[in-house]
């Protein structure tokens, strides 16, 4: 594992945002991989049954951590995700845009918005994270270097719950071929295990790239 994002730039050092500030974000998560990649990283992942869930709780998954200049994770995520986003001190956003790329909604509003986990806290902990650590658990909840937090329609993330891709994609299915990619890439990256019926999901979700 990425020394859990070298365990914690992200739980600290990453995301210097000023309060106040203004401008054209990205709207997309880092560290996306092409086609090719996804699709080797996906071969190399181990094919095994979801564990139990037992003693799960979100709790052992510590969210929205600071981030620093009173920025939490979530904060930073709808920074990089909106259009010209302000914030005030508290850096909470004061005004902005946000288009949820699952179902192409846009919103004017952070409330009417959540900050997904792409591979669910639930599915993570049936696939591995069971065994992590507390630290590991938080860096991998918190981690805005890869593609595993994105800002989206808050009803829309709401039926999402902790779905697999075999079980629950975004309506836009344009976005499928990105949406697994980063999927791919996160399990790839924490060293996950997929099921048989999720890798088929991911397969023909790439087959749209």
Avoid at 43 to 50: F, P, Y
Avoid at 55 to 77: I, L
Avoid at 99 to 119: E, N
Wanted: net charge negative; with cysteine.
């Amino acid at each position: 594992m990425r020394t859990l994002r070298n365990s914690l730039i992200a739980l600290g050092a990453i995301g210097v945002l000023t309060a106040g500030s203004a401008g054209v974000a990205t709207a997309e998560p880092p560290g996306i991989p092409d086609e090719a990649t996804a699709r080797n990283q996906l071969a190399a992942l181990t094919v095994a049954a979801d564990g139990s869930m037992a003693g799960y709780d979100r709790d052992r998954f510590p969210h929205w951590s600071s981030q620093g200049d009173n920025c939490n994770t979530r904060e930073a995520v709808l920074k990089r995700d909106g259009t010209r986003v302000e914030t005030g001190g508290d850096c909470y956003p004061t005004s902005g845009s946000w288009r949820s790329p699952y179902d192409g909604a846009t919103w004017t509003q952070p409330s009417d918005v959540d900050i997904d986990h792409v591979v669910p806290l639930a599915e993570a902990w049936r696939t591995g994270a069971a065994d992590w650590t507390t630290t590991e658990r938080e860096a991998f909840a918190n981690d805005l270097d890869g593609p595993q937090l994105i800002a989206v329609t808050d009803n829309v993330n709401q039926e999402k719950g902790d779905d697999g891709p075999e079980a629950w994609k975004p309506s836009e299915t344009g976005y499928w071929c990105t949406y697994a990619s980063m999927w791919i890439a996160v399990k790839h990256e924490y060293r996950l295990t997929t099921s048989g019926a999720e890798k088929a999901a991911l397969t023909a979700m790439l087959d749209r790239c």
